[in-house]
């Protein structure tokens, strides 16, 4: 029999009538309870793992995994992730095992993925799963963090694991409500005095009223990208945001250690004070220095060091703006090399407290 024209036409019409019917009387079974057959379920694995390998292709891996940031991970964790995956002692839930796919618990599967590819799962999450994508897009540190986390679950036990993700006060119980619950939420990244429990944490005790409120509603609505903070702030009301603000800046900043001088500090305070003509980087200290300032600029004396350098880079690139006064900074960023920003941000931080700025 000879295949004509017209077959193929027949077959290209009929085809996708034939589906949209059989979809349209309702044929197909969209229930999970069921379970997918044992040849769907190998098929969805296997295009989900071979898309995953080849989409992590093109993704860079640093050099060293950000082990700095596991305890904001792990934190985050705890409220975006744990739900559905469990946790070292926190089994998942019957409910969620009735997922289809199940959402596997990670200590056990891991291993399995390179750091690439875990990379690629957590930024992009997985379509027809309800793997969700990372809250921005914007930003990948803090997805390496998490992948620096995800490499050490397996070998957490559930008191190591609470210890990281909810710090000493525990999860917010169900007992709290309101201001209360929020504050407790915080502290697990930021502890009761602001101080913060890693090097990628701000310090934001003693920060101003203004510049506190301002970050944190430019997280909850997600026009300051991270997906740490996102989450938290984004299920916190108007209230309860200036309350926090408030709270925060009413803190006494902790007494730190004065770092001994070195060269990288004093070419920082050269360009803190003076700035670089040359390519026209503004002093930093114009806007960041003295008293009178306005409270919407943040303090940076005796801020962390490597909090600093990473918000330098991201203001570089282009990545941090929502507020009404970012694109002063991106503006000031722009021409900053590698060695300028380690430069100011080890002057920053080695000068002692907050409470001693004013008298600058
Ligand atoms: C709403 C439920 C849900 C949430 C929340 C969730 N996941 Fe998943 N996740 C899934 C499901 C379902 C799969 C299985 C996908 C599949 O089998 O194709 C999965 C798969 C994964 C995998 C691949 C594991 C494997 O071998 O299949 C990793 C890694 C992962 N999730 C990490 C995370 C992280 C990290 C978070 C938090 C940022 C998170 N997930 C939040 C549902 C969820
Ligand atoms: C999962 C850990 C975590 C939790 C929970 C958390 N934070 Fe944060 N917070 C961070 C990290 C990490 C950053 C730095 C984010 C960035 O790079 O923009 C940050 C940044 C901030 C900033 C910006 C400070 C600055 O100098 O720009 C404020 C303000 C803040 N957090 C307040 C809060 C408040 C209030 C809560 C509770 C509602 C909270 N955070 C909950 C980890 C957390
Ligand atoms: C014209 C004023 C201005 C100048 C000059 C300036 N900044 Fe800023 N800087 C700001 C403002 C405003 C913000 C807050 C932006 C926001 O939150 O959207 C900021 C934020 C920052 C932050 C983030 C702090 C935090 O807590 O998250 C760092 C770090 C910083 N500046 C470093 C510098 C350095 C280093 C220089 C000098 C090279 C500099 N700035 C010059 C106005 C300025």
């Known amino acids: 029999m000879f295949v004509r024209w017209w077959h193929m036409v027949l077959v290209l019409v009929v085809a996708p009538l034939a589906v949209i019917l059989f979809a349209w009387i309702g044929f197909f079974n969209v229930g999970?309870?069921?379970?997918?057959?044992?040849?769907?379920e190998w098929f969805l694995h296997f295009a989900m793992q071979s898309a995953v390998?080849?989409?992590?292709?093109?993704?860079?891996?640093?050099?060293?995994?950000?082990?700095?940031?596991?305890?904001?991970?792990?934190?985050?964790?705890?409220?975006?992730?744990?739900?559905?995956?469990?946790?070292?002692?926190e089994p998942r839930s019957p409910v969620v095992k009735r997922m289809l796919p199940q959402p596997p618990?990670?200590?056990?599967?891991?291993?399995?993925?390179?750091?690439?590819?875990?990379?690629?799962?957590?930024?992009?999450?997985?379509?027809?799963?309800?793997?969700?994508a990372w809250?921005?897009?914007?930003?990948?540190?803090?997805?390496?963090?998490?992948?620096?986390?995800?490499?050490?679950?397996?070998?957490?036990?559930?008191?190591?694991?609470?210890?990281?993700?909810?710090?000493?006060?525990?999860?917010?119980?169900?007992?709290?409500?309101?201001?209360?619950?929020?504050?407790?939420?915080?502290?697990?990244?930021?502890?009761?005095?602001?101080?913060?429990?890693?090097?990628?944490?701000?310090?934001?005790?003693g920060q101003s009223e203004a510049y506190l409120l301002e970050s944190l509603r430019a997280?909850?609505?997600?026009?300051?990208?991270?997906?740490?903070?996102?989450?938290?702030?984004?299920?916190?009301?108007?209230?309860?945001?200036?309350?926090?603000?408030?709270?925060?800046?009413?803190q006494s900043p902790p007494a730190l250690e004065r770092a001994p001088t070195s060269h990288a500090a004093s070419r920082g305070r050269e360009i803190a004070e003076r700035g670089l003509s040359a390519r026209r980087v503004p002093a930093c200290l114009g806007c960041h220095g003295g008293s009178a300032h306005n409270p919407a600029y943040p303090k940076l004396w005796g801020q962390r060091a490597d909090y600093i350098e990473a918000?330098?880079?991201?203001?570089?690139?282009?990545?941090r703006s929502g507020t009404a006064y970012s694109h002063l900074m991106l503006n000031a960023a722009k021409k900053l090399t590698d060695e300028d920003i380690r430069a100011v941000a080890t002057y920053f931080a080695a000068q002692a407290s907050r409470s001693t700025m004013t008298t600058r």
């Not at 999970?32 to 769907?40: N, Y």
């Not at 909810?166 to 407790?184: C, I, K, N, V």
Request: glycine fraction near 8%.
């Open 32 to 40: 999970a309870s069921t379970g997918h057959w044992k040849i769907t």
């Open 53 to 89: 390998r080849t989409y992590a292709l093109s993704v860079e891996v640093p050099d060293e995994l950000p082990r700095a940031g596991v305890q904001p991970a792990a934190a985050h964790f705890t409220t975006g992730c744990a739900i559905c995956h469990g946790a070292p002692g």
């Open 105 to 132: 618990d990670l200590t056990t599967v891991v291993d399995k993925w390179s750091d690439e590819e875990l990379f690629r799962i957590v930024k992009h999450g997985v379509r027809f799963t309800g793997m969700p």
């Open 135 to 205: 809250p921005t897009q914007a930003r990948d540190d803090e997805i390496w963090a998490m992948v620096a986390f995800l490499r050490e679950l397996p070998s957490l036990d559930p008191q190591q694991y609470r210890k990281l993700a909810y710090g000493s006060t525990g999860l917010p119980s169900a007992q709290h409500s309101g201001f209360e619950r929020a504050l407790a939420d915080c502290v697990r990244c930021h502890e009761t005095n602001g101080a913060g429990r890693s090097a990628l944490t701000p310090i934001i005790d």
């Open 219 to 250: 997280y909850a609505e997600g026009s300051r990208a991270s997906g740490f903070m996102t989450q938290a702030a984004a299920n916190v009301d108007t209230d309860d945001l200036e309350r926090l603000a408030r709270y925060f800046a009413a």
């Open 311 to 319: 918000q330098l880079r991201l203001f570089r690139e282009g990545k």
